[in-house]
């Protein structure tokens, strides 16, 4: 009996390994930072306002083979904002804004990314912000190419990409600026990640 209870317990074992290791098909990518950003462009009183995110995280496993498998986490630092527009760069981390002392990250997650064609791809996710979730669609190319001249040759990926949000539904903008009128509601976020593949 001792030995059957051995074998069902080794079975189990098994059986628990190799489903984490099958969620885990996906190949992990470490984000190159000095050659990626994530941008913003707002419009105010009908003009373009851009600017950045300067630092930020990025946990992504993804595989252009196994699209079921991938997944991704973005953490933006809402306290730390570029923009040759000083007006916005001062003001964004303050408590009519992003509130960062308070609201100190904005997340992305997703786990839902679908194949269009050839290099484009959709990733369904949730955007929080001001801990106010709001469900947004990335539409980006992801492309690879190798550096053969290293041993193992190393794997990389260039990934550009748009999503459209609303800023009124995170909290973007309190008492008067709740207001549309000058600052628009739509606010174009543009990624540019540079990643090589890890372990």
């Known amino acids: 009996m001792k030995k059957i209870h051995g074998m069902v317990a080794l079975l189990f074992a098994a059986s628990i ?12 990518w470490e984000i190159l ?6 941008e913003w462009t707002a419009s105010y009183g009908g003009k373009p306002v851009s600017g950045s995110f300067p630092a ?8 252009a083979d196994h699209v ?9 630092e809402t306290g730390k904002i570029k923009s040759d527009d000083h007006d916005a760069q001062d003001n964004l981390p ?15 997650e997703t786990t839902a990314f679908k194949h269009i064609k050839d290099d484009q791809y959709e990733a369904e996710g949730t955007l929080t912000v001001r801990d ?27 990934i550009q990409g748009e999503a459209v949000v609303k800023r009124v539904a995170l909290g973007v903008g309190q008492g008067d600026w709740v207001q549309t009128d000058t600052i628009a509601d739509d606010v174009k976020i543009t990624i540019r990640l540079e990643a090589k593949q890890v372990p």
């Open 17 to 28: 390994s190799s489903l984490g290791h099958a969620g885990d098909v996906a190949a992990h």
């Open 33 to 38: 930072n000095d050659k990626s950003a994530i």
């Open 56 to 63: 930020f995280t990025a946990n992504i496993a993804f595989d």
């Open 68 to 76: 079921d498998a991938s997944r991704a986490t973005i953490k933006i």
């Open 94 to 108: 303050t408590g009519d804004w992003f509130a960062a002392s308070q609201f100190p990250l904005a997340t992305f």
């Open 132 to 158: 106010k979730p709001e469900n947004i669609t990335l539409s980006f190319t992801a492309k690879f190419y190798d550096d053969k001249d290293t041993s193992p040759v190393t794997h990389y990926a260039r």
